[in-house]
């Protein structure tokens, strides 16, 4: 695809004086959910639905969505599928194998998707099936109307509010959120699958299907802003990646003649366990900042985090340091925030 990722494109457009509004969001949010129809009409669950999925096909104003990250994918038929998971011939709206409607078992070896876009259903381990990409598109969709996500937290913590259901629709930027778009959300983000609106549905709703009269064009300036800092996170988590994928880093922990000082362990520190540990401390990070006030018991827990504090002293020491301000620009914000 040669445009980038829906996100990025929509900050994009809206920096050169496109508007961005809910009717804007209602045009690819259809487009999608048409995709995860295909798929679900020829038994085919995406399982991991989130932006970097999302792509425009081209760089034009005009482009339509695709519907790509296809690596988790499962196609299931009967009671066998391609990939050898076991198969659960169980319906959760009509009973057992009534429609042809199949779900399958969670892996044994751990959940499948990206945490924060995963179904409550896969999180519990239970058996999944469809409705888990309604919910991940569920979720999107937050994302597009408000540029946050729903569910914040790492770990056990993202979980647990992850399987409580609760979905923040108050304050800014949900004032000016239509309740089209809410009901239709409440639907998708359904905690119950047998609940929860199927992506045929979803297509009827009145927000997509008759996006001229439901979907205001009110331009979304608040939703861009936190569009923007929700890119710049990915951004920094993708750099961190990236430098610990580099030759660099991997001679680092494999030349011996590197002098890595006396508290070295190679045992305990491995490049998969440092990236972890990295990007759990920017996620508690952004958690401090946006996390509800009352929830007072989660915010001592991310304080108490020692993993974040050694993220915060290398921030504060690379600043008294001066080096290279430009790029710890995004890390001294942090700090300060803090």
Avoid at 203 to 226: G, S
């Amino acid at each position: 695809m040669e445009g980038s990722d829906l996100c990025y494109e929509i900050v994009k457009r809206a920096l050169l004086g496109f508007v961005y509004s809910e009717a804007v969001a209602s045009h690819y949010m259809r487009q999608v959910l048409e995709a995860v129809r295909y798929c679900h009409e020829n038994d085919i669950i995406h399982r991991d639905i989130k932006p970097q999925c999302i792509l425009l096909a081209t760089v034009e104003n005009s482009a339509p969505v695709k519907l790509g990250g296809f690596g988790s994918a499962i196609k299931v038929k009967g009671d066998k599928n391609i990939v050898g998971e076991e198969c659960v011939v169980y319906d959760y709206r009509s009973g057992v194998g009534t429609n042809g409607r199949f779900y399958l078992k969670c892996d044994e070896h751990g959940r499948i998707g990206t945490s924060h876009f995963m179904a409550p259903e896969i999180v519990l381990r239970r058996p999944y099936g469809k409705p888990a990409d309604v919910w991940s598109c569920g979720v999107l969709l937050y994302v597009l109307l408000t540029g946050t996500q729903p569910f914040l937290g790492t770990k056990e913590w993202l979980y647990e509010s992850i399987c409580s259901g609760h979905v923040n629709m108050t304050g800014r930027p949900w004032d000016v959120i239509s309740s089209h778009a809410k009901d239709l959300l409440n639907k998708m983000l359904a905690l119950n699958p047998k609940d929860r609106i199927t992506v045929d549905e979803t297509l009827d709703h009145p927000w997509i299907k008759e996006r001229e009269l439901c979907a205001p064009k009110m331009h979304l300036q608040e939703t861009v802003d936190e569009l923007t800092k929700f890119n710049a996170r990915r951004k920094l988590k993708g750099a961190v990646i990236a430098a610990v994928s580099s030759p660099k880093w991997t001679n680092f922990y494999n030349d011996p003649n590197v002098d890595r000082g006396p508290d070295y362990d190679l045992e305990e520190v491995t490049s998969a366990g440092a990236v972890s540990m990295v990007l759990d401390s920017l996620d508690d990070i952004h958690c401090l900042t946006e996390c509800p006030e009352h929830e007072r018991e989660f915010l001592m827990s991310v304080l108490d985090d020692t993993h974040l504090h050694a993220l915060l002293d290398v921030s504060t020491l690379c600043f008294s340091l001066k080096k290279t301000p430009k790029k710890l620009n995004l890390n001294v914000g942090i700090s300060c925030s803090v």
